[in-house]
């Protein structure tokens, strides 16, 4: 036990920068020292239910705390191998298997209620939408997904019923709709309909574990973590295909065919609700042509038309087919990208302003080159609790102030 409490304090795990997660993965392996200690007395449940308590209170990860377990156990064996002492073996291996049992147990229903209340935030986040399109076909897949864990609970009503033919739940239904060719002609239908199936199969598969009575708790936690994960591609693959359905159905720019500024505020508050529902992020890119008042001057305002035009079309070339371009300004562009971490509208940017560089519009047989500056900003929505329109506004703010940082900085550049 000496040993293993060095181990804790010189462990590559411990290397990190934040002292408090340092100190807190310290502590939990003195309580589980503590634990082991307390074997065969009087304090052997109070030391237990205090350290089960700190590993949770402290959300140290399942896996973690089990190959804890682990090494204490390899390591104890291996010295009453060393030393003869047989008869002892087996009664330590039967507590710590015990101990790996009862961590398994509190970790599973722990899980449990952690993934309702996931759910629950993910429902509430989407009854925040001002428009909810397809994604109410989301809602009643999360639904779905809140019978089966309110009965994996043992909390379900006695009328309760989970679906797990993929073509007869409410979200199957839809799905297989001849009436929705918008969505049979993508490229994600199957990819919904690959995991919607999986979704079920996996559902079916863990409800019968469960009625069997046999199960590992550990089991069931790697099997529900793959569920939660299956559940989440398919809020992000709905989302998608409501996305580009939307846009369609919007009112555009006239001279561009982008989204009007007016349409902003409604629709971002609505992809960041959208993003909280299906725990993912989103980015925004502003674009500004540079020395846009040159070439209205030197080739006039026809030819400036046509160099907003022809950017409009690369924007649209450029972006995927669910990304939110508007028409920010004269010549500023402001582009949403939906479940994108900064790294990717950095690196679309980038892109952007590239192509931008070499293009040339042919007007009246001459060829007019232009360049973009560009700011890019990541929207980490889990730092968000309300959407309001000052929300926006802050955002707008951020991007815009990344663009003036491009254009000081010499243009023609991504900040």
């Not at 060095?6 to 392996?29: A, G």
């Not at 690959?194 to 790697?222: C, N, P, R, V």
């Not at 929300?391 to 491009?406: E, G, H, M, R, W």
Request: charged share 20%; with cysteine.
């Amino acid at each position: 036990m000496d040993n293993f409490g060095d181990d804790s304090r010189n462990s590559e795990c411990l290397i990190s920068k934040d002292l408090s997660y340092h100190q807190i993965l310290s502590s939990q392996k003195e309580k589980l020292i503590y634990v082991c200690e307390c074997f065969g007395t009087s304090d052997e449940e109070n030391a237990f239910e205090e350290y089960i308590y700190f590993c949770m209170h402290n959300d140290i990860p399942y896996l973690y705390v089990t190959s804890e377990v682990t090494k204490i156990a390899e390591a104890l064996l291996a010295n009453l191998a060393d030393e003869q002492c047989y008869d002892d073996m087996k009664p330590i291996h039967e507590t710590l298997n015990h101990l790996e049992y009862r961590i398994s147990e509190e970790y599973y229903r722990q899980f449990l209620r952690k993934l309702s209340s996931k759910n629950h935030l993910r429902l509430a986040h989407l009854a925040n939408l001002v428009e909810k399109h397809l994604m109410i076909h989301y809602q009643h897949h999360l639904e779905w997904m809140l019978v089966l864990v309110s009965m994996l609970e043992g909390t379900a009503d006695p009328e309760s019923h989970c679906e797990f033919n993929p073509t007869r739940c409410s979200f199957g239904q839809w799905l297989h709709n001849p009436s929705i060719p918008y969505i049979v002609n993508t490229s994600h239908f199957n990819d919904i309909q690959d995991l919607h199936i999986l979704l079920h199969q996996l559902g079916e598969h863990i409800l019968a574990l469960y009625h069997s009575g046999t199960f590992e708790h550990k089991s069931m936690i790697q099997l529900l973590l793959r569920l939660d994960y299956t559940s989440l591609e398919i809020g992000n693959e709905i989302a998608i295909i409501n996305d580009m359905l939307i846009i369609g159905e919007y009112t555009k720019d006239p001279m561009t065919g982008l989204l009007g500024r007016r349409l902003l505020d409604k629709i971002m508050m609505n992809q960041i609700e959208i993003a909280k529902a299906t725990e993912s992020n989103c980015s925004l890119i502003m674009c500004d042509l540079d020395y846009f008042k040159t070439i209205n001057d030197q080739y006039g305002h026809l030819a400036g038309d046509s160099v907003i035009q022809n950017f409009a079309e690369l924007l649209q070339k450029t972006l995927r087919k669910s990304d939110f371009i508007f028409r920010f300004g004269g010549e500023e562009f402001l582009i949403l990208l939906p479940s994108s971490e900064y790294s990717e509208a950095r690196s679309v940017a980038e892109n952007l302003c590239t192509q931008a560089s070499l293009q040339k519009v042919n007007f009246d047989g001459q060829n007019i080159s232009y360049s973009v500056s560009i700011g890019t900003f990541g929207i980490d929505t889990d730092t968000i609790s309300f959407v309001t329109k000052e929300t926006i506004i802050n955002y707008v703010k951020s991007v815009d102030a990344q663009l003036y940082l491009a254009k000081q900085n010499g243009r023609n550049r991504v900040e």
